[in-house]
């Protein structure tokens, strides 16, 4: 049989079985119930919500109870084979040959890559830096959970949109949450400037606590069992424990070394194709057409757009207005931020109750929004009047 025979009857592998991974998997078995499909994950491949982890402890839960399937059951679901602790190590792109870290080598039809990013760390020194604890996964609120046992605060490095949930959610535990960024204010890269303020009063009324315009440059050990940090203004902080939510960085490593493209994330067209035959990506370690955008709904388009080029009928993705709810109930928030190269203004308008921004081009035209308290209920009518990025 000749190698582009064998590649034919070879199956599609998808690898990770996050939020990502399973949605390609779960679209694609939509439209295709025979082909061969293997999803491979490093982790336990279970299924779970990951936007459930910064708004867990509200609703006492623990990674057990937030696993939805075990990969058995998705297995069944998807007649697909799982395999869960293994990783990817090595790509040949010539050959559709995956090498994994159990010393198996696999051949696929179509790759799909669902890797996910890794949370950024900060270099900081100190003898508690180690400590410092970030969630990204199902394994890490496990481990965050745990550490929560008797401790009364916790600094939050990060005032974005994970490290303003999560300060939330720690309320809800009796724990005080201080939040430091490097910023001046919290949400500052999805929120004009009046909707920052409008968020930070309404958490500080709920027991947050920031400090802004700040970096923590170490983490040391004090002798009640707590850190102490210090910051870039001199001052210093004590907390109990410390957790950072500075940002992501999309996993391209595996990606890199088989001579992929690579930009902010593995770089893919409209069609999720990367520079390589035969290999897609999608999700958070994905730059597609330009953009690397690490929340649920871009995924969801691009495994449903994904789904259809596999199964024969090429189709670009295409992103309507994507709004975010962002967990803070203390304060209702939705934001659907313009595309990155738009030129235009907010305008916004506030009361006690609902803080409004609308993000305008010189036209007039509603390109963006972020709603606030009550203003919350406008997101349908406002979404309905974003145009759709990518619409050529
Ligand atoms: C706390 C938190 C709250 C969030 N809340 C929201 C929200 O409210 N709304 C929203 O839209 N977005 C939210 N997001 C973002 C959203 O959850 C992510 O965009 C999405 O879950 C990413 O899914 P993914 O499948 O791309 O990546 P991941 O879920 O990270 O999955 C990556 C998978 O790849 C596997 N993997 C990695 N490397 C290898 C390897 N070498 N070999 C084999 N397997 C490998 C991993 O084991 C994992 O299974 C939140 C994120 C976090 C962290």
């Known amino acids: 049989m000749s190698s582009d025979a064998v590649s034919t ?30 999803v491979l994950s490093r982790d336990h491949a279970g299924f779970y919500s990951k936007p459930m982890l910064s708004n867990a ?23 697909a ?39 950024i760390r900060l270099p900081l020194a100190g003898d508690a830096a180690d ?5 990204n996964d199902l394994d890490d609120y496990a481990r965050f ?70 970096a923590a440059s170490r983490v040391d050990r004090v002798e009640d069992g707590g850190v102490r940090l210090a910051l870039s203004d001199g001052s210093s902080l004590r907390a109990d424990r410390v957790l950072s939510a500075i940002g992501l960085r999309p996993r391209v490593a595996i990606a890199e070394a088989a001579g992929l ?9 409209r069609l999720l194709a990367t520079s390589a035959p035969h290999v897609y990506a999608v ?34 993705v295409v992103y309507p207005a994507m709004p975010v ?12 931020p313009p595309p990155p190269e738009a030129t235009g203004e907010w305008n916004v308008a506030s009361t006690d109750e609902a803080c409004e921004a609308r993000y305008v081009d010189p036209d007039g035209r509603l390109l963006g929004f972020a709603l606030l308290g009550t203003a919350t209920s406008k997101r349908q009518a406002l979404a309905a009047e974003v145009p759709a990025w990518f619409t050529d």
């Open 261 to 269: 493209a690579i930009g902010r994330g593995i770089t893919t067209d």
């Open 145 to 214: 959970a745990d550490a929560l046992e008797g401790a009364r605060s916790v600094a939050i490095l990060g005032g974005g949109l994970i490290g303003c949930e999560f300060a939330n959610d720690l309320l809800h535990r009796g724990i005080v949450p201080i939040v430091l960024d490097v910023a001046d204010r919290p949400l500052s890269r999805l929120l004009p400037a009046e909707g920052s303020a409008w968020l930070r009063a309404r958490l500080e009324a709920a027991g947050v606590t920031f400090r802004l315009g700040v």
């Open 283 to 316: 999700g958070d370690c994905a730059e597609v057409a330009g953009l690397n955008l690490p929340y649920v709904m871009p995924l969801m388009q691009q495994s449903r757009a994904l789904a259809a080029t596999l199964c024969g009928q090429s189709t670009p």
């Open 325 to 336: 709810l962002v967990k803070t109930p203390a304060c209702p928030t939705v934001v659907c």
């Open 57 to 79: 402890l509200a609703g006492n839960k623990t990674a057990a109870s937030l696993l939805m399937k075990t990969a058995d059951k998705m297995a069944t679901e998807l007649n």
């Open 131 to 135: 400590t410092v604890l970030s969630v």
């Open 81 to 119: 084979s799982v395999r869960a602790g293994v990783s990817l190590q090595g790509l040949d792109t010539a050959e559709r040959r995956l090498t994994l870290t159990d010393g198996a080598v696999l051949n696929y039809r179509d790759l799909v890559l669902a890797l996910g990013a890794d949370p």
């Open 9 to 38: 009857a070879a199956p599609v592998v998808i690898v990770g079985s996050g939020l990502a991974g399973y949605a390609v998997a779960r679209e694609f078995r939509k439209l295709d119930k025979e082909t061969p499909l293997i």
